[in-house]
Each structure stands twice: as structure tokens, then as C-alpha cells.
């Protein structure tokens, strides 16, 4: 890096600052070039400021490590691996993505509860850049020493993967053909080499094809395998349309597309494909994507036909059985493998993984697991269950409108008292009454009411940050995720002493240590000043807004009541859906009440314009 910087200089280059996530590791004697200055990446948007204003030629050098080189290395003991990891308390985050914009890490993944998409950290994949953390919102902690919490359920099996019987594997009167897709740094390339390594051990014919591209992390990554009976019979290594024996798919996404799905075809391809909705980069930039993972799956079963796909969510499983999501690839080659989609056998399987010699232990426990998941599902099932509980109340969804009211008056019972329960009660049954006269079936306004009005009721403030974090749940779903001797150390901008950044004015976050529990749990005893003239967080500008817009929605569902009909119905529902696009805290929340409310002017204003045609004209 210093010889970097003297070369810059000795081309001309006037001023240079080196921006890095380690400048410590720079001593005074460093030989930059004169003048150099080193600033901590924290400080990259005023460093471009201050060179955007500056005369003649000038240079910012970005030095860090690749992320996921990063990972890489710690994997194999020669990179520093801090005891330290981000974990997410669900329930406080708001789902507003500011954590992914400041990441730009599909490490961050969405989690689909009860009160709406929120975030949570993929331990297994996440390099530790921690640069998540710095999105404004108190949800991010950091777990210091401790580490993730591994499956227990191998000894209750281990009878069983003595006992599973061996499948028919393939013939190879003809060259086998394999896909693996999935994405960059989940192991598809290793999958590919072990089948490669298995079946040169066994000393038959094998090609491996890996398509990579500039995956490193997080894109599309193919691997094509070929397996004959003696080398001579393989004439080509890449696998063309239609002749595809088999396809391991550990993600959804990739194998839906058309470069993997043209090589399928009814009556040739056999497949297992993993269920589980990764993160894509496409979710950074928008936290409310939709994907249609149904369709994909119905596109593959009617590509190769209903018996020759098996789905299942080999991430949860694996993730739950071994205590680590990039075991998922090996857990689905063991699938695959007692499906009789792999020509090779377990024995030189086994060798592969020995002689991979990373993870040898693991890596057959997750084999054996794809194995039983495939003969008997309903007992892997049964070990990865009692892990899914640790997740938190708020992932089991309600099964009907009536099931959403009781979980929310009871939610708002806790949260403040039964008075603000029942006064969001009240306009519920109102609205739903009133929907009842005019659609025939169904209670879409009923439901947008129900979760929207409790959202506006329910609001993050101080007191509820506190109470979530100290009410015993998360104490839970932390000690699910980690074990060992570990402590806590939080991430908060408090209102009342935080100071704003000097170049983009937003409030700074601070760090603080476990005693930081002690003062959530007494603040949380207050709750009961919220909104009253004693409280002293009632008076500023973002709690007041709060409060006002709980009251216009009041009114705006009064008005709605009163011109329902069935023909602006669904315009009806829109509006009233509304405060699900408002998230975040702070200057994030802000941005997003501020295009809330354009939207509902313009919605409110079509709501209107029926009953304003049909007003008398004036004489």
C-alpha cells in the first residue's frame, strides 16, 4: 500500500488518502508518500467530500481484504477470526433494509413473522465486516466470545444411518450427467470435486465443469459433471440441452433460470432442489421484493414431471441438524445420493471427503443426514424441531383474522395497557362491520386494518426498545443461536445525548457494554409515562409525529367507513395498507412517512373524486 501511494505521487497525483478498516495496522513510520493521510473506512463519505473539493488530480485508495477471502482464510486457520458476531433481536428491527444498504451483504436475510418482514444475520455465511451494524436501528447486537450454537441430534441418530439401506445406483452404459447450481461460497464447487475425486477413485471416466463467472459470493455458480465407465467413453464435458441425469439445486433461484432448465427433460431428469428462500442481491436493494418461489416450483415439476422433483429446505435442516447452513450442499449430495441420482459409491464418497480434508467430521454427518432426510423425513424432521422453537413467538404466523386481533390485543395489552388494546379493538370490528355490508366474502380491509392500525399503535419508542429487549424472549432466541460463555454489547444512538455526524447530520451509534441490560430494564418500567407530559421522550418531534399519525389514520378510516362500497373496495384496502411501507427509526422512518403520505394524498384524492362528481354545482 505505501509503495502503492509513492507510485500515485510519482505520477503526478496531488493528494492521496488511504481509506482502510484497519488503519492501526499503519505505523508512524510507514513510507507513504508525503502527505498521505490514513482515515478509517467509517470515514469514507467525508473523505470523498473533502477530494471532490480539492484542486487537480487526486486519489482515495480503498484497502481491505475481500470479504469472503476473508472467510476463506479464517476456514483455514490463516486469518484473524474475532470472537465477535452481529445478531439481530427480530422483534425490535423494522424491516426497513438500512442495515443492507450500509452492508450491501446478502448475509443479511429477510425472516417472515407474524408483524411483517424482518431481518436476521446468516451466521454460517457472514464474513464479519460488522458494517451492518452501522444501519440506524438499536435491533443490532454484538455477541462477544461464545460461538453459534451447534445441532445435538447426531447421537440420537446414529442407529439410524447404521441401518439405512443402500439405493440402486445409476448403470453407466452411457455417460451420467450432473448438474450442481447454486451460488458462490455455499460449497458447489466442492460438491463437484468430491463426486470428481469419488469417481476417479473408483477409476472410472469424469469430468468437471465449473462456471463461476465473477461469483465469489452470493451469484449464480454451475458445475457440470460428467461420470462414464471407463475415460474413453467421455467425448465432451459439457452437458447439452435435455441430458441432464440429474440436477442438485441448492438454490431455488438459480435453477429455476434458463440456462439450467433447458438441460432438463421429462422422463431423463431426476431432480432435489432446496426450498430455501436465500437472500438475493436484487432483496438489498428492495425489501419488499416478491418472489415467485411457488411458480418456480411449479415450472420444474412441469418440466421433468411431479415424481422426478423432490423439494425440501435443506438450509433449515441442515442449518438445524449440524448448526451450520453451508453444510446444506453436502446434506444434499447425501439426499441425492439415496435417491440413486449418483453413480458412485459411499465408500469413495467418504475417501473424497477425507481427502478434501477440510471439515472431514461434518461434512459425513451432513451426507448421512441427506441420507435419512430422503428415507425418512419425518424424523429428521422431529431432531431439527425443538431448534426451530428458539427462533421466537413472533415466526408462528396467525392462521385467521381473528387469531391476528388476539395476538395484537395482546401485544398491545403488554405494551401499554388494556385501554389502548381495546381502542384498537374497537375501530377493527368497526371497519370489518362496516366491510361486511358491502363484500359479499372475504375481509381483505378488515386484515389491512387489523395489522396496520396496531402497527401506528404499537410504535418502537424508547420503552418498547427497552421492554423487547429485557422481557425474556430474546434472552431466548439468543441462547438458542449461541452457546458457550458470551456477553452482549448493544448498539444505540439514544435521542436525548446522540450527536449527528458532521458531513451527513444523521445520528452516530454508539457501542455499550452488558450493563446497558440493567438501565433497558428499569427504562422499560416506565412505560406508563408514555405520551403523558412527564414522559421525556413524548416531546420531541418524531414521537409527536407518531402520535398524529395514529389519529389521521383514525380519520381516514372513519372516512373510508362512510363511502365503502364494493366498487373502491381493493382502493380502499391500498389506503388502509399503507402504514406497512412506513419503517425504521429516525431520519430512515422519516423518508419513508414522507412518501407514505404522498401516496395516500393521491389515493385518498381518487377515494374522494366519485362523491365530488356527484355534488350539486352551485347556481
Sequence with gaps: MPALTRQLEAEGVGTIVVVTDEPEKYGAGAPFARGVSVRHRDHLDAV???LRASGGVSALVYDQTCAAEKRRRRKRGRFADPARRSFINTRVCEGCGDCSTKSNCVSVIPVETEFGRKRAIDQSSCNKDFSCQNGFCPSFVSVEGGSPRRGKAQAAAEDRFAHLPAPQLPTLERPYSIVIAGVGGTGIITVGALLGMAAHLEGKGVSVLDMTGVAQKGGAVTTYVRIAARPDDLSTIRIAAGEANAVIGSDLLVVAENAIMTRMQRGVTRAVINTNRMATVAFIKNPDLRT?????????RDAIGAD?????DATRLATALLGDSLATNIFLLGHAWQMGLVPVTREALYRAIELNGAAIDANRRAFEWGRLAFHDPASVERHARPVDTDMGSDRVLAI??????????DYLTAYQDAALAQRYRTLVDRVRAAEARVAAQGTPLAHAVARNYFKLLAIKDEYEVARLYTDGEFDRQVAGAFEGDYKLRYHFAPPLWVKPDKVTGAPVKRSYGPWMRHALKALARFKGLRGSWLDPFGH???RKLERRLVADYERTMA???RGLSADNLALAVEIASLPASIRGYGHVKHKSIDAAQAREAALLAQFRAPAAREMPIAA
Design 400 to 409: 385467521d383474522l381473528d387469531a391476528a386481533i388476539a395476538r395484537r390485543v
Design 308 to 312: 422426478a422433483a423432490r423439494f425440501l
Design 559 to 561: 372516512e373510508l367507513e
Design 48 to 50: 470523498q467530500r473533502e
Design 540 to 542: 420531541s418531534a418524531e
Design 292 to 300: 415467485p418461489w411457488d411458480a418456480m416450483e411449479d415450472g420444474l
